[in-house]
Structures are given as C-alpha cells and as structure tokens.
C-alpha cells in the first residue's frame, strides 16, 4: 500500500507514510497530518499502542462506523486528500475517518437577518449544515445524497428533499444536471447556480440562495430540493418563484396584518426602483403635463441651473450610487459603512450646490436607494437594481408610452421564465400540485 501512495504523490513532502510495529502486528498507516485531527490519537494510535488487545481491535475494525474497507486502490488518493487515515493491517486496507474540522459552531445570518426568528446560519462545514438542517426539518422521509464534484477539488455536496413531497419529474431533471456538470474547482455555491442554470443570460435568478436553515426547512416541506455545498455558507433552492425571493422569514413569525403590509410595501418598493428614475426622465422631458401645474413650475425652477439633459442627470446620480453600494461591499467593515454614509452625502450636496444635479432628482434617487434594499433577497435585488437602467434608456428615446410598453413586456418575459419546468410567475408551489396529484391517484 505504502509504495502505491507514495508513487501517486511523489513530491507531497506533507505526506506521513509509516510502518508501526507493536510487538504482535505491524500496519502500515499513511495520511495528511494537516489535514487530520486528533481523533486519529484516541481512535487509531491508542488502541494499537497502548491498550492493544488482537481480538478487540478486530472488532474495532468491523464494528467502528469511522472505519470502512478500501480494497479500491483507485480511491485511496481521494479518501487521503479528504482526511481520511489509510492503514494496512493483515494483508487489509481500512480507511479511518479523521477529517479536520474548523467550525464547531453555526454562524449568526449577516445576509438575511430577522427581528424576531432564529439567529443561526449555515457554516461553511457540511456536518454543521446537516446537523441544522435536521434539527429543523426532523421527519424520517428526509433523504440525503451525496455527491463529489470538481476534479481538481472533489467538493462534497450533498442533495436534500423530502421523498414524499418533492416532484420526481424535477429532482430526475436536478440529477440529469448533477451528472453532466463539469467543474474543476467547485468553492461556492453560486458556481453551481451557474451550471445548474439552463440559460446563465437570465435576468432573474431561478435559484435561490440562502444562509437560514429555517428557510430551508419550510421550503422542504413544500416539496423543494435544497442542496449544500462543503466550504460554503449558503444552501441552494430549487424550484422557485417570484414571490419566493420577496417572502422573508419575519413574514412567518409576524401578524397577519403586518405581513401584508410589509408584502405590499416590497412590491411598492420594486416598482419604485425599476420605474421611477425612467419616469422621471419621461415626464420632465417628453410628458410634464402628467404634472399638476404648481409640481411642474417647481420642478422646473429646481433644473434651472442645471447644463444638460434629463437622462445626464440621471446617469451621473445612478453611477454615484452604484459606486457607493460597490465600495460599501468591497471596502473593510470597520470603515466600509462610515465612508459610504459620508461620501454619499458629502457628494449629493456638493453636486446640486454646483448646479449639476436638481434637487428633485437627489430625492429620486434616495427614493431608487431605498427601495432597492427592501427587498430580502440579494440575488433578487440585484436583478431589480439591473433592470432600471433599459427602463432609463427606453425613456430617453420613447418617454412614458416607452415605460409603459416596456414593463407589460417585462411582465410578459416573467410569465415565460421556468424555474426547473415550474412556471415563475406562479401562485401555488409543486407541494400542493403532488398533494393533489396523490389524491387523485
């Protein structure tokens, strides 16, 4: 075994391959110290050192879960680079569980936050994930598969549904993908979003990514797939609609009338930030009779000094707005928040004290800000955030009959946008369709 490994891996000076003799058996052992733990002291080193015993220690072999036969000698390669121990012992190779593990805590969700719902969110380790994900979902018809994806990183992933509820026609379609996918690294879930996604051109995400194991846990009991990716905080849901990227958990945990009103308010906010610096545009340029006259006067006064067209303005506003949310992202978070909430009203200020931005249009971008973070769902909106600017371009050139024309369009592409086979725009998710569907078998 010992010279097979050690041809495989020539230059791994990381390796420890050794030949351990305890006066009645001798086995040879070879693993990655960095990669390992001490489980392997109380689980290998001990038993065969210092308490060994011939027949207890056969029984150890065949009895412990953490060891498992690996007569493949193709495998031994993937099973070391995983943390496992291999040993030889009578003319056997076994494989002893002994992966390192760095996260012995759930992490508290940043992305998703919730007032009044659990705190805890995935980790970055899949047996943490698991663990969360069972602890919420506790019913025996969970089935877990496992799969190992990228060549080069053999990525752990494993694929969760409820067996009873979720729809065969779609985890047959989820498998056809997980076969054909092709990766060298897989770090993040996002890569797979990529993959898993039949057109990576799509406006709107129809994969949605999570932190929360509550959110994971309702959305198994509608009959979704979610999928967990080893080394990475988010777990993956799969179908999904509109209205699931605008459902956040508060939403289960708050009154049925404050419910609605934060459901409408998101709606409201989406509309606002697609349509409203469009609108703007259009109305000031093409249509401001829509205005009363006294709103139409104060908007004129208010552009005045201002050198050059609508659209111009707008764009110069957009793009300082983009920057800002860009370097809040990007720049540490001790002084990621501070810098940006100066910057912006520094900026804002000093642009419509020299007369190159309208008061008004300082609100309407506040308004555009605003509304864009309301909605729960980052992927989502960012897709919101995206769509503005046709409806900016579509302004220039047509005004408001140009919006107009453009949002039933974007209604039109939503209706026929497919989330695994399940309509987008849909009101009623897969788990009542196979709850109907068995009935009526």
Not at 178 to 188: I, N, P, Q, T, V
Not at 227 to 233: E, H, P, Q, T
Not at 246 to 272: E, K, P, Q
């Amino acid at each position: 075994m010992l010279s097979l490994i050690q041809q495989q891996f020539k230059d791994a000076t990381d390796l420890l391959t050794e030949t351990l003799d305890n006066g009645y058996w001798k086995m040879e052992l070879a693993y990655f110290p960095s990669l390992c733990d001490e489980k392997i002291k109380d689980g290998l080193f001990i038993p065969f050192s210092y308490r060994f015993d011939p027949d207890e220690f056969r029984r150890m072999l065949r009895a412990n879960p953490k060891y498992e036969k690996a007569e493949d000698s193709d495998k031994w390669a993937n099973l070391l680079l995983k943390g496992f121990v291999l040993i030889e012992i009578e003319g056997e190779c076994y494989s002893f569980k002994s992966d390192r593990t760095l996260v012995s805590e759930p992490g508290t969700s940043e992305v998703e936050s919730s007032l009044q719902g659990p705190q805890s969110a995935f980790s970055e380790d899949l047996d943490m994930n698991m663990f969360l994900v069972r602890m919420r979902y506790n019913v025996p018809t969970l089935t877990a598969e496992p799969y190992d994806k990228g060549s080069y990183s053999n990525t752990s992933i494993m694929v969760l549904y409820d067996r009873e509820l979720v729809n065969a026609d779609i985890l047959k379609k989820l498998h056809l993908k997980l076969d054909k996918l092709e990766l060298d690294l897989l770090h993040a879930s996002s890569q797979l979003v990529k993959e898993l996604t039949d057109r990576n051109h799509r406006l709107f995400p129809t994969i949605m990514q999570t932190e929360r194991p509550d959110r994971v846990a309702v959305m198994l009991r509608k009959g979704k797939i979610a999928i967990l990716v080893n080394g990475s905080r988010f777990a993956l849901l799969l179908p999904v609609r509109m209205f699931d990227f605008m459902h956040a958990m508060d939403d289960d945990y708050d009154s049925y009338w404050v419910n609605r009103f934060l459901t409408v308010m998101r709606y409201a906010a989406i509309g606002l930030t697609m349509v409203l610096p469009a609108s703007y545009i259009a109305i000031v340029s093409y249509n401001p009779e829509i205005f009363r006259v006294q709103l139409a006067f104060t908007i004129d006064g208010s552009r005045a000094g201002v050198p050059y067209p609508s659209f111009v303005e707008v764009f110069v506003m957009l793009f300082m707005i983009e920057a800002l949310i860009e370097a809040s992202v990007r720049l540490p978070r001790i002084v990621g928040s501070t810098a940006t909430t100066v910057g912006g009203l520094i900026l804002g200020q000093a642009a419509q004290q020299a007369g190159l931005v309208s008061s008004i249009m300082i609100i309407v971008t506040s308004v555009v800000a605003i509304s864009n973070f309301v909605i729960p769902n980052p992927d989502f909106s960012q897709s919101i955030r995206l769509m503005k600017y046709p409806f900016v371009v579509i302004a220039m050139m047509y005004g408001l009959s140009g919006v107009v024309v453009l949002f039933f369009a974007l209604i039109v592409y939503l209706c026929n946008l497919r989330s695994f086979g399940e309509p987008y725009l849909a009101l009623f998710g897969s788990r009542a369709k196979n709850s109907a569907a068995k009935e009526k078998g």
